[in-house]
């Protein structure tokens, strides 16, 4: 009795693949295994488990831009110092000699000591805590205030629409630095919660207009219209299919607008409307030290090189998470 025989050598190299219309047609065997393969995987040398979504795809294209890993590593840096300033700084900050007013560097003292006489070595590395605490917690608030209200106005739309609309209308015809002078003249808390309030106050009118037009336009997709014929209530929606996509324009604008406002704190301080003594500010340190910038100008240099360099790091960092998450630039 004849054995069966095995592949011969045509048949080792193809397979067969069902057609649309209940056929079957030959493929190489190389072809059939990349129907089967799908997508490379992240290196682009292997199968993939599963399809990248856009954040993955996102973090991938982070980790490669050296814009991010710069300014990355500088706001950790900022982050650790303004959590444990002690680990750089072992001087008190509020702590002056007027003996040693205006002078420069000396050994133990690199940034040489202000008008009062207190470290500005000290105070520069105390003052990122301010800053960094200002910037994230504005920029917190805002995202979510002007998430949710344009969020809502840009799913309901008509009469909430509307009045939305022209409520931000107003507050973007408001000057910021204007307002902050008016508004905060009043307050005599020397704390950071009355500039936090303010920055909230007139910044969530960006944030919910760009919330509203990104989920006026997620709304209109296939995958939504499918899940309310299916029946899903609006709070469903909202949670589940509308707000993971729109949610990415938000992210980016808040990220970049972190760093405004932490200049914008520096500004309102200097002008004396936004942090006061015996808060640790870089523009505080800015203010006073500007009437002695030709006698004493390493007093200015510090403090507005920091703010300088932590007001950049945001930015560079918006601009590449809003690399990463526009589709259009893939």
């Known amino acids: 009795m004849p054995e069966p025989q095995g592949p011969g050598p045509e048949s080792s190299h193809e397979s ?6 209940g056929g079957a047609m030959d493929l190489a065997t190389s072809e059939g295994f990349t129907l089967e393969k799908g997508p490379d995987g992240p290196d682009g040398g292997g199968p993939a488990s599963r399809p990248r979504s856009l954040w993955s795809d996102a973090w991938r294209d982070l980790r490669r831009n050296p814009v991010f890993i710069i300014s990355g590593l500088i706001i950790v840096f900022l982050v650790i110092i303004s959590i444990w300033p002690s680990l750089i700084a072992s001087g008190n900050p509020l702590s002056c000699d007027l003996a040693k007013a205006q002078e420069g560097s000396q050994p133990g003292h690199p940034f040489g000591f202000n008008g009062q006489g207190c470290d500005v070595y000290t105070r520069t590395v105390y003052g990122a805590r301010t800053s960094v605490v200002v910037g994230v917690l504005a ?3 805002v995202a979510v205030v002007g998430s949710v209200l344009g969020g809502l106005a840009g799913f309901f739309g008509g009469f ?7 409520i931000t209308d107003i507050f973007f015809g408001i000057p910021v630095v204007l307002g902050g002078l008016v508004l905060l003249s009043v307050v005599t808390s020397a704390t950071v919660w009355p500039v936090i309030g303010f920055m909230v106050l007139l910044g969530w009118p960006q944030i919910s207009r760009i919330a509203r037009g990104s989920v006026i336009t997620v709304k209109q997709n296939d995958f939504v219209q499918a899940a309310r014929a299916l029946g899903a209530s609006n709070p469903r929606m909202m949670l589940r299919h509308v707000l993971p996509n729109a949610i990415a ?6 990220t ?3 760093g405004t406002f932490i200049a914008l704190e520096a500004t309102l301080s200097y002008l004396g409307v936004g942090l006061k003594p ?7 340190d ?16 510090w403090p507005a090189g920091a703010l300088a360099v932590t007001v950049l790091a945001f930015i560079m960092l918006g601009d590449a998470v809003r690399d990463a998450l526009d589709p259009k630039l893939r």
Do not use: E, F
């Not at 067969?16 to 219309?21: L, S």
């Not at 909430?160 to 022209?166: T, V």
């Not at 015996?278 to 505080?284: A, K, R």
């Open 16 to 21: 067969i693949a069902p057609t649309g219309a």
């Open 139 to 141: 920029s917190l608030g």
């Open 160 to 166: 909430w629409d509307a009045i939305l609309s022209r």
């Open 249 to 254: 324009p938000v992210i980016v604008v808040a």
């Open 256 to 258: 970049i607008a972190l």
């Open 278 to 284: 015996p808060t640790v500010s870089w523009g505080i």
């Open 286 to 301: 800015i203010s006073d030290a500007s009437p002695y910038i030709r006698n004493a100008p390493h007093m200015l240099l």
